[in-house]
């Protein structure tokens, strides 16, 4: 159990985000990442994801400046997420799926899919963790 030393790394732009299958749709996966914790063979895929209320209200032009912003929002609080994998799995056996809604200044967990999450629209990169180009997590 612990903190990965890397990660695979799903990576959306505004034009594709990762849009559920029912009964999930109307959501969006912005940022997600996949890990084998160390010492272990289980896999940990950890999604943040958004909804349309969140960037609906903008007009065409402003509209994909907001999504951007919430991948670049959603990317930032993604190695928050990964460093409290174990907190949040609750004890989870197996291959784990954590999902979390990202809300103003926190991620609030929620169900995760039941099928595909869009991980088909996303670029991966292997990286280690945390990312080299994540900004360092703000101390408490």
Not at 34 to 58: H, K, M, N, S
Not at 90 to 108: E, H, M, S
């Amino acid at each position: 159990m612990g903190i990965p030393t890397q990660a695979e790394y799903f990576d959306f732009v505004a034009g594709k985000i990762g849009r559920w299958a029912p009964p999930g749709d109307g959501v969006f996966t912005l940022a997600a990442a996949r890990f084998v914790p160390p010492g272990e063979a289980r896999t940990i895929l950890v999604l943040v994801c958004g909804e349309p209320w969140q960037w609906a209200r903008d007009t065409d032009d402003r509209k994909h400046a907001a999504i951007e912003a919430l991948i670049q929002a959603a990317r930032l609080r993604l190695s928050e997420a990964i460093s409290g994998w174990e907190n949040e799995a609750d004890g989870a056996t197996g291959d784990v799926v954590l999902a979390f809604q990202l809300r103003p200044g926190c991620l609030n967990q929620i169900d995760p899919p039941a099928g595909r999450w869009g991980e088909h629209h996303a670029t991966r990169t292997l990286a280690p963790f945390p990312r080299p180009d994540d900004p360092p997590a703000p101390l408490s």
